[in-house]
């Protein structure tokens, strides 16, 4: 047993020295290699599409802003018009703004909602951004109408006019809704207001001869108007060309002062009138008109249904007077073109309104 304790020690000891050995007769580090040369670079990649010049703003402003006096022109007139002086800008909230403010335009134009609830903090009258795209695309087509397809009306949201470029007038150039609307012969009604009739302006509704009473008589009513016709409708007539800064282009404007006396403009009547008596016929057709407003208007005063100011007088009336009163108060107050708007349907509505107050 000894003996072989003694081999184990011996052996132990042996491998201890080998290892000591081995440690101890590393060497020292030898020198660093040289350096190893540089990669190659990689490709260059492609160089991108240049990308399209913008046009100069000298141009692009000078499509509008050129050196004629064209665009100068057309804002004298409408400094002149009855859209930029007045009464027409005095409504700032509600149904009114829609009208009678650009901010209440173009607010309805994106809600349909048919007012503008929030009152504008500064507020601004109707102006050529009302109408037209001003600075939005910094071309000619800046010029542009906002309101180019059909137009429902706001009287029942049944009655759609499609008057081409003339469409943007009749977004606000029509009645608002009549109540009640009497139906010939019918029921008696009852009328609250003394305003009763048409919103100002009804001038698209008259075009299509929409929401007055047609009561029977005489004359028939005819089904269609030849102002219709024209190119342009509303643009054609009281755009046409102007004269200086008193009558047509910007103005709408279809009279003017020559010489202290109220003249015609009729540059934009002239291609369908060709007589050379159309001034003398024309003011013909408005004393005639004229002259039944004014008979109308006494026989509605004596029936007690329109005060001597033009208001209604409120209170339950057969359904015939009260579209005679209605019908008047479309004619000689709201529409205010003696009839021209649709003269043989304004002539056969008068007429037979006439009448039918001869009766009573």
Sequence with gaps: MKNKNLLSIIL???VIVAMAFVVSCEGPEGPMGATGENGTNGVD??????GVDGLDGGTSCAECHDLSTDLYAKIQQYNVSTHAVGGNFERNGGSCAICHTHEGFLDNLITGAGSSDAAAVNPTRVNCRTCHKIHETYDVSDYDLRVVGPVTLMNNGMQVVDLGAANMCASCHQSRSISPVPVPGGADVEVTSIRYGPHHGPQSNMLMGYDMVEIPGSESY??????????????????SDPYGIQAGGHTWNMTYEYHGAAAIWDAGCVGCHTSPDFHDDLEAFEDEINVMLEDIRILLEAQGVLDADGYAVPGIMAADLAGSLLNYRYVALEDRSVGIHNPFYVKALLTNTLEYLQTL
């Design 12 to 14: 132990s000891t042996l």
């Design 222 to 239: 005819p089904t269609s108007n030849p102002h219709t016709n024209v190119e342009g409708a509303c643009i054609g007539c009281h755009m």
């Design 45 to 50: 990649g492609l160089n991108g599409i240049d």
